[in-house]
């Protein structure tokens, strides 16, 4: 399995950006699908973004669309997500996952079909 571990979380303004990071140990990191999730307060864990092996494609969540970008670095086995023009609805603490098998053409992505995980960094925007 691959160990996850996040960073780049903290609190800021309506209309700022963020990037997360994710790195990646263990595993062969090149084969999954990495993906970022995120769960704010009294919700239910939701996706955001995935990146397939080798980025041949990507995917994301109506909500984020045109204002998120992920990427990944396969030889730093770390991957990404940049986040622009936050809002308030962002808020949440966002995961970066791997897919349970690597090589995985699934097209759409559930948290069920993620078998790691990082410990969750938060992300805060205030209005």
């Known amino acids: 399995q691959v160990q996850l571990v996040e960073s780049g979380g903290g609190l800021v303004q309506v209309g700022n950006s963020l990037r997360l990071s994710c790195a990646a140990s263990?595993?062969?990191?090149?084969?999954?699908?990495m993906a970022w999730l995120r769960q704010a307060p009294g919700k239910e864990r939701e996706f955001v973004a995935a990146?397939?092996?080798?980025?041949?494609?990507?995917y994301y969540a109506d909500s984020v669309k045109g204002r998120f970008t992920i990427s990944r670095d396969d030889a730093k086995n770390a991957v990404y997500l940049q986040m622009n023009s936050l809002k308030p609805e962002d808020t949440a603490v966002y995961y970066c996952?791997?897919?349970?098998?690597?090589?995985?053409?699934?097209?759409?992505?559930?948290?069920?079909?993620?078998?790691?995980w990082g410990q969750g960094t938060q992300v805060t925007v205030s209005s």
């Open positions: 996952a791997a897919d349970r098998y690597p090589y995985n053409f699934r097209s759409s992505y559930r948290p069920a079909d993620f078998g790691s």
């Open positions: 263990g595993g062969t990191f090149s084969r999954y699908t």
């Open positions: 990146i397939k092996w080798s980025s041949i494609n990507t």
